[in-house]
């Protein structure tokens, strides 16, 4: 049919038009993309329409523009937000497009952040050690269309940090080195020097762009990245994203520190912010995050948790949502009166701007509903005295209010859990292939396909648990790490596994836990990790503890086969996994004492990682890295060398900057944690 073969030729033209620049010579200022606001299109030939969202919160509209697509023409409507684009001879890209393969080229779009260290006050008190994108937190919200090319130039002015930026959830496929994650995919940006991300919005929906950088994004180095695309439900217009985060009033770098004792203690946060305000302690009055609608709307919100420690419950008074996407994945909506959210997970929600008026619940006839964040019984980590208010924000139906809501919130679960498995069902739909599982040995896994038995790698079951690492000899020896297995993850700043990719053995502090040989191409990988809640006789160099991790991957999406609360299932064989479009995204959450069975497809060369999204226990090196198709991704480097010359000329200016040592904070340790 021509609309495969016009698909096949947007995706095999791919390479031909990602280009590589060097970095930009542009000063420090913010070079942004142009807005333009809601106007009649003049007569074109080629797509030219503004986003869905309509204005943002400054009343500036985002444009989409496909030059490239010559007689194809927008089919976004209020009423049907599934098809996006439709060609002349009757292809479109739509809500059931398969979007890890097929996608529009867009245009480029090219924006400059500026890392800088600078005061935060977000909810009354100062962090003087904070790190900010441009100026400002969050930082500036990053706009695409599906297909676009994204260029965003990173200059780094601290003085004591290197830094790196990664994009969260999105794919980089054949861009591994743009994944933005030193000691893996380059050498941190030193101060002084600037790096240029390239890469391809192949995905659409929400999500976050942060720093890799040991502990800063916690330190304010975060930001939204939307990119438009279908919807698979009607909404009439948008807000700007939400982001939700723990907060600290001091630097999560010295926070770290108690971390680093003998008999280390955990560290804990101060407050919640929503958008960068918040109110610490519940002091009142105080800023506080704000929305506006107009009664019986439809508005699209982009909900997002950027936390350090904290899984949220996000919820407002007396309204019902139709979630539609999880993380990059459009599913079938479905109706809820409140979300949880792990860290770094993201939902597309569409709120009903009718608030609903019960007797147990009566609609608040001035039109102001308290904005919930309800941190998750045993999934949060407050300093003592201090756990923050949940009413951290205000829905207003008339913007010129200044009362306080006198809502109050359902009666609903506080559990640290993922959103209900049964409910996440994909619009795309992927069918695996079917395995089954033995672990009854608890040294390894056994994944069988049932037409044609196999076993998988024995590590491709990891129970994650605590591990000595006595081999630092700057660090506590009896300090205890988070480890998916024997060894936590230590990178070298200088020396990334991007500079390594010819070994054919490693050293154990690069973590490369999980090789995917380039024969698996295109063959379904399958992980099952355990949260075992005690000690185990089969491991007694370990230490284990009733611990949720929300797990992120790199590089993949995968589908959640099986999610459970009792680890022995693996054992017992009391396990159903799901094969037949199962849910899938890029962070899910591995209960306190459960399990997770996850499969991603091999069709994306490079060196993942996959760890927890607990900044804590990432510093403390739970994380693995995935090496996908070693030699296919090494023929992909050497058939373009501007992209290797680039992580040279970065690796050497690090380098530069790191020897001279009154440039470091500590002479003495300038490297205390696994670098991520």
């Known amino acids: 049919m021509w609309i495969t073969d016009a698909c096949k030729a947007v995706v095999l033209s791919f390479v031909a038009v990602f280009h590589y620049p060097s970095v930009s010579d542009d000063g420090p200022h913010q070079d942004v993309m142009t807005f333009t606001h809601g106007h009649s299109t003049p007569e074109i030939d080629y797509p030219y329409f503004d986003s869905p969202s309509g204005p943002d919160q400054d009343g500036k509209v985002f444009t989409c523009n496909y030059t490239d697509l010559k007689g194809w023409k927008p089919c976004t409507t209020k009423d049907d937000r599934s098809c996006w684009l439709k060609g002349p001879y009757k292809q479109n890209f739509t809500i059931n497009t398969d979007y890890e393969n097929f996608w529009p080229i867009g245009i480029t779009r090219e924006y400059h952040l500026n890392v800088t260290d600078q005061s935060i006050n977000g909810d009354g008190v100062d962090n003087p050690f904070g790190k900010v994108f441009n100026g400002k937190y969050p930082g500036p919200w990053i706009q695409a269309c599906w297909g676009d090319l994204i260029k965003v130039t990173v200059h780094n002015h601290l003085k004591y940090n290197g830094t790196t930026i990664h994009w969260h959830g999105l794919r980089q496929l054949e861009t591994f080195e743009m994944d ?6 380059q050498c941190p940006i030193a101060p002084g020097d600037s790096y240029t991300y390239t890469f391809r919005a192949v995905q659409y929906g929400t999500s976050w762009y942060h720093s890799h950088y040991s502990l800063q994004y916690a330190d304010g180095l975060a930001g939204p990245i939307t990119i438009y695309g279908p919807s698979s439900a009607p909404f009439d217009e948008g807000r700007n994203p939400i982001l939700i ?4 009033h001091r630097s999560a770098f010295q926070s770290w520190q108690r971390e680093l004792v003998p008999n280390p203690t955990r560290p804990m946060m101060n407050g ?6 918040g109110n610490f302690a519940g002091s009142f009055p105080r800023e506080r995050f704000n929305m506006t609608v107009d009664k019986g709307k439809k508005y699209v919100l982009r909900v997002i948790n950027t936390s350090v420690d904290t899984t949220w419950i996000f919820s407002i008074d ?4 139709t979630v539609m996407s999880t993380d990059f994945v459009p599913i079938h909506p479905y109706s809820v009166s409140h979300l949880v959210l792990g860290i770094g997970q993201r939902y597309h929600i569409v709120l009903d701007a009718t608030p609903t008026n019960t007797t147990k619940m009566p609609a608040n006839p001035d ?4 904005v919930r964040t309800v941190g998750a019984t045993g999934c949060k980590g407050f300093e003592p005295g201090n756990e923050p208010d949940e009413r951290q924000g205000i829905l207003r139906y008339n913007a010129s209010s200044k009362l306080v809501p006198t809502t109050f919130r359902e009666n609903y679960s506080l559990e640290c859990r993922d959103e209900a498995y049964d409910r996440l069902s994909p619009v795309y739909e992927w069918n695996v292939d079917k395995v089954k599982i033995n672990c009854k040995s608890r040294s390894h896994s056994t994944l069988h396909h049932l037409s044609n038995p196999v076993v998988l790698d024995t590590k491709s079951q990891f129970d994650i648990g605590l591990s000595k690492f006595a081999h630092r000899p700057e660090l506590m020896d009896n300090f205890t790490w988070w480890a998916f297995g024997e060894n936590p993850l230590w990178l070298n700043f200088s020396n990334p596994t991007i500079l390594n990719l010819k070994n054919t053995t490693w050293d154990p502090d690069y973590a490369v836990d999980l090789v995917v040989p380039d024969d698996k191409k295109d ?27 929300p797990l992120h991957l790199h590089g993949h999406d995968f589908a959640l086969l099986a999610q459970g609360t009792n680890f022995t299932d693996l054992d017992t064989g009391n396990v159903t996994l799901k094969f037949n479009n199962p849910p899938r995204r890029d962070v899910a959450l591995l209960p306190a004492g459960g399990y ?19 900044a804590w226990h990432a510093s403390s090196g739970l994380a693995i890295q995935i090496l996908e198709q070693q030699k296919l991704l090494n023929r992909i480097l050497d058939q373009y060398p501007e ?8 690796c050497d200016n690090w380098n530069k900057w790191f020897k001279n040592d009154t440039n470091h904070w500590n002479a003495h340790i300038f490297q205390d944690d696994s670098g991520i």
Request: charged share 15%; proline share 8%; hydrophobic share 45%.
């Open 245 to 248: 985060t723990d907060w600290s």
């Open 180 to 185: 933005g994650v030193n000691g893996v995919t």
């Open 318 to 321: 007396n309204h019902n949502f």
């Open 643 to 650: 992209k290797m010359k680039e992580v040279n000329r970065v």
């Open 523 to 549: 063959k379904w990988v399958y992980i099952a990790i355990t949260a075992p809640p005690a000690p185990m006789k089969t491991k007694p160099n370990r230490a284990f503890a009733p611990v949720a991790h």
């Open 596 to 614: 997770l069975v996850v499969a991603f497809k091999a069709d994306n060369p490079g060196s993942w990682l996959f760890h927890c999204h607990i």
């Open 367 to 370: 039109g102001n509903y308290w």
């Open 272 to 277: 919640v912010l929503i958008n960068g305000v």
